[in-house]
Structure formats: C-alpha cells, structure tokens
C-alpha cells in the first residue's frame, strides 16, 4: 500500500512539473496590467472630427494629472468618442489621456505602444482585422454622399461614376470608392464606378471644398450621417443626397502588434461596453451628440463573427 501511496506521489510530482506554467499578467507582458500600474489609459482620437472629439482651443490640462505634457486631458477633448473613453477609463479606475496621431496611423496598426486604444469611429472591417483588434461596437455610422446644395444632375449614387469625390485617405469611404471594402456581416452593393478620388486627412477640409461650389473642386464628399448633419448645421451650403450608402460599426481598436497582451484589456473594453448599451448610456450620447439614436444595431452585433483571439 505504502508503494503505491509513493508512487501516485511520484507520478503527481512529474506530472505537475511537466504542466505549462500559468503566466502571470505583469506590466511588462499585459496590457490591462500596464494601464493599472500606470494609472492612465491613452486615448488616441481625432483633434477636429466634431461631434465625435474635438480639441478645446486654448484649454488647460487638468490640475494633478497624471497625463504627461505630450497628452491632453479630459478636459480639454469633447464629443461622443471623448466620452465613449473616459467612461471605459472610468470603469477601469484610471485617468483618460489623449493623443492625437493621424488617421493613417491609427488604422495602420503598428503603434509601438505609444497608445493603448483608439477611440475615434473607426469601422470594422476584414482588412483592419489584419492589425487591429475590435471591442463590441458601440454605434452603428450610416455613410452618407454629400453634394452641394445647388447641384440639380445628382439624383442617386450611380450619377457620381466618374465624378471627384473627396474622402479620408484609408477610411472606409476610400475602400468603398476602390470597390474593396468588406464588412463583416455585411453585403456590400458598389453603386458608383471609377470615381475621381480626392484624399484627405479627414472629411472637414473636404466638404470646405465641396463648400466652393458646385463642381469647383469636388462633386461630392462621403462621410458619416454625425458629420453630414453638423457641415449642414453649421450652414454648410451641402446636402444630404438619398438614403445610406451602407452600415458600417464603429468600434474601440487595440493594436495586434502591442508588446503587451491585449485580451484581458479587451475583455474589459467590451464588458464596458455592453453595459452601456443595456443602460441606454450610449443611446442619450448618441442623441446628445449626433441628433439621434444610432446605437440599436451597434448592441445587436454579434462580436463572435470575427473570430478574434488576442
């Protein structure tokens, strides 16, 4: 009995040695780690892509920051995604610091851990899986043509074939124009054929130049409803022209490239998130910022289809 009892014993003992070690999450080789330590989340957005962000103009960093120089606090950024972030900070128990890269950056991947998360409409889409990894979305962006407002030829999208239109370079607007755009979950119908396509940093300075005129330096601009509505509101000689082009689900994104594993940061972006749409949350931001509630299909989408395993 006593050599059996020793036996079992010696083979626990090899087999326990043999098991893989169980890592454990540190600030050198986890991400949601790293943010506790530190105490901040930095937040990369956009600086003038109101009402989504914008950077306050001669604002003032928050006193007792933990922010450093290069980073803007809460304080000084406002709009739908700023709050969207310092809500998943909030959560976190950290401060939200901003930074703002260009576009091409942001959806490029690569980031060098100079940032933890970008929080700035970016859609999902197949090939910015390829560098990025996608929380639950919190809004689902209609993408809109707009034209200006004395145009009488343009009737629907097709009329554009062949036209200048102004987008953000690497949006999905871009991708659209291209004909290459792939949504998951989504069956895209390319309406306008071999377009002229006019890059930007963003839709602002575009629709400025479809402002010029009819025709003068573009024919039209594809962006998102949120940004449509307030070039019009702010007597933006522009025009909404017919339904949606297509759906598109704006999403937290984290870089595939991070030093530091970002599943457990991830995980916890998405938790936050879905409770904000069980509590309606996002819903009264959506209302407050873009004049309506676009967030009902962003809660419905299922998040397995990308099969994502940080």
């Not at 002229?196 to 330096?217: F, H, T």
């Not at 598109?248 to 490239?257: N, P």
Request: one cysteine or more.
């Amino acid at each position: 009995m006593q050599k059996n009892i020793a036996l079992c014993l010696t083979i626990l003992t090899i087999l326990t040695a043999c098991a893989p070690a169980t890592v454990v999450p540190t600030p050198q080789n986890d991400k949601l780690a790293e943010v506790l330590v530190r105490g901040t989340l930095v937040v990369a957005t956009d600086a003038d892509y109101a009402p989504q962000s914008k950077l306050l103009e001669n604002s003032m960093p928050n006193l007792n920051t933990k922010c450093s120089p290069t980073q803007y606090t809460a304080n000084q950024m406002v709009g739908f995604d700023v709050d969207v972030a310092v809500e998943v900070a909030r959560q976190l128990g950290v401060e939200p610091c901003f930074v703002t890269p260009p576009w091409s950056q942001l959806v490029g991947g690569n980031w060098g851990d100079n940032w933890d998360i970008h929080v700035g409409s970016a859609a999902i889409t197949f090939d910015r899986m390829k560098v990025l990894y996608f929380s639950q979305p919190y809004y689902a962006t209609p993408t809109i043509i707009l034209i200006h407002k004395d145009n009488v030829t343009f009737k629907k999208p097709e009329d554009l074939s062949g036209k200048r239109i102004g987008v953000c370079v690497g949006c999905t607007f871009e991708s659209y124009l291209k004909g290459t755009l792939q949504i998951p979950g989504e069956l895209i119908e390319y309406r306008i054929k071999n377009s002229q396509i006019v890059g930007y940093e963003n839709e602002e300075p575009a629709i400025e130049d479809l402002s010029a005129g009819d025709g003068v330096e573009l024919d039209a601009v594809i962006t998102i409803l949120p940004i449509a509505k307030q070039a019009i509101d702010a007597g933006k000689p522009v025009r909404i022209l017919v339904e949606p082009l297509l759906f598109a689900y704006a999403s937290i994104t984290l870089d595939r490239s991070s030093g530091r594993d970002p599943a457990r940061l991830l995980d916890e972006i998405t938790q936050t998130i879905r409770e904000l749409h069980a509590n309606s949350t996002l819903k009264q931001w959506s209302i407050q910022y873009q004049g309506q509630d676009l967030t009902q299909e962003a809660a419905q989408y299922d998040l397995s289809v990308l099969s994502q395993t940080p």
